[in-house]
């Protein structure tokens, strides 16, 4: 039995030998750590922590714990790619990438035969005629422009006559607007011709001072009441040039230019009456005026055209304009203070700079063929700026001394633009009918 325990400890560390001991516990109690070396059937040799090494007899020994080595991490191995699996990925590689492409070509293919049907269903040449009525306001700019020096009148001269109207600017009209509109694909060429007409009534107050120049020569005063009546005529005409850029079936864009033209004309009588002065003079009197002007320049801007729902269009213009020309007013007066009367003739010349904005929006529905009724509203808006003119005033009709009037010329040069900003404006909405020409 002695014999056997040996035997089996020797067999114990040698199935053991792939472990590593951890502690050794002696029978006097005390414990070693480290790693078993060698042994026999008497001797046990274990490497301690610190790198020394220890003989232990077996006798010596109680109790051996032992802990499994730490199993290293098994060194990964890529496997072998044979030459037909690498045949196969690289043949793989490239149909993917050759699909991709073919993907692409026939996504490239496909939008750019849709663009080709766009461009396809886009093309026109027509030729379109329209005509509409309506009605609007519209002011010339020379009315207020009269009206302004009167009142610096009023206010700087206390000799002469100067006026006060109450009657608003801006009068009601009827207008018509006449359109050819030519298509050819990108292109596009307009003329559009519309005239306003209206008639507006005179209201106001008159101041009259007769004497010197001056109030310590005036002799006499009166205030008159104005009334009376008038007409105007209002003309434009514009020839404008689109291109679109990128043609669209559905919605296109354009860059527009052209040349402008207004025509404006205003005739009124006005009445002044009032009681006789102090000293027996008669005020009342009798004025036919007359405004002309005549601009011309030129407008840039965009438009375009909505079309949706089949039978529906929107279209629509924004233009900034660029204008100038003269300005004339004339008055014709007749004096009842003496028999039969007397005649004065006062005039205005006038150079303006206008620059201003046009927006037109036109909504037009196909009825039937290339038959189709539209509603248009419109709206021209110009600031005007003095440049230069003159005034003449002559009992006789005719000019008076240069030297007599630098005060009024430099008075309405200085003083109107501060008092008045002049404008010229033609808004109206119109309805009417177009007809198309397919060429």
């Not at 004339?328 to 009842?336: D, H, P, W």
């Amino acid at each position: 039995m002695n014999k056997i325990i040996p035997y089996l400890c020797v067999l114990f560390l040698f199935f053991s030998g792939s472990l590593r001991s951890e502690t050794i516990l002696l029978k006097s109690g005390e414990k070693w750590e480290g790693t078993v070396l060698t042994q026999d059937k008497d001797i046990v040799t274990i490497k301690l922590a610190d790198g020394n090494t220890k003989r232990i007899p077996k006798s010596a020994i109680r109790k051996v714990s032992f802990a499994k080595k730490a199993e290293s991490n098994p060194v990964k191995v890529e496997p072998q790619i044979s030459e037909k699996e690498k045949k196969l990925n690289e043949e793989k590689e490239l149909a993917e990438k050759q699909k991709k492409e073919d993907e692409n070509f026939k996504s490239k293919e496909t939008n750019q035969k849709k663009r080709e049907d766009e461009l396809s269903s886009a093309k026109r040449h027509y030729l379109e005629g329209s005509f509409g009525i309506g009605s609007g306001e519209s002011q010339s700019e020379l009315r207020p422009f009269y009206q302004t020096i009167q009142v610096a009148g009023l206010l700087f001269n206390s000799g002469g006559q100067a006026e006060i109207q109450s009657t608003p600017y801006k009068t009601k009209n009827q207008s018509a607007t006449t359109r050819l509109f030519y298509a050819w694909n990108r292109l596009t060429i307009e003329i559009r011709g519309t005239e306003a007409k209206g008639n507006f009534d005179v209201s106001g107050i008159q101041t009259l001072t007769y004497g010197g120049g001056g109030s310590s020569f005036a002799t006499d005063s009166n205030t008159n009441v104005l009334f009376g009546n008038g007409e105007s005529k209002f003309q434009k005409l514009s020839s404008r040039v689109g291109f679109s850029p990128y043609p669209h079936p559905v919605f296109d864009l354009q860059i527009l230019g052209g040349l402008e033209r207004i025509w404006s004309k205003s005739n009124h009588e006005v009445d002044s009456l009032g009681g006789n002065t102090a000293t027996g003079i008669n005020p009342n009197r009798v004025s036919y005026r007359e405004t002309n002007n005549s601009f011309k320049g030129y407008s840039f801007g965009i438009g375009f055209e909505w079309k949706f729902w089949e039978r529906f269009t929107l279209q629509g213009q924004v233009l900034h304009l660029d204008m100038k020309g003269p300005s004339s007013f004339r008055s014709n007066e007749f004096r009842l203070d003496s028999s039969p009367f007397r005649y004065d003739h006062y005039r205005l010349d006038y150079q303006w700079k206008s620059t201003g904005t046009e927006v037109n929006v036109k909504f037009t529905t196909r009825v039937h063929g290339d038959f189709s009724l539209f509603m248009e509203a419109s709206n021209m808006t110009l600031n005007n700026k003095l440049q230069s003119g003159y005034i003449t005033e002559s009992d006789s009709g005719g000019d008076s001394d240069p030297a007599q009037i630098l005060l009024r010329v430099y008075g309405p040069q200085k003083l109107i633009p501060m008092l008045y900003d002049s404008k010229t404006i033609l808004s109206y909405v119109q309805v009417g009918a177009n007809y198309r020409f397919h060429f």
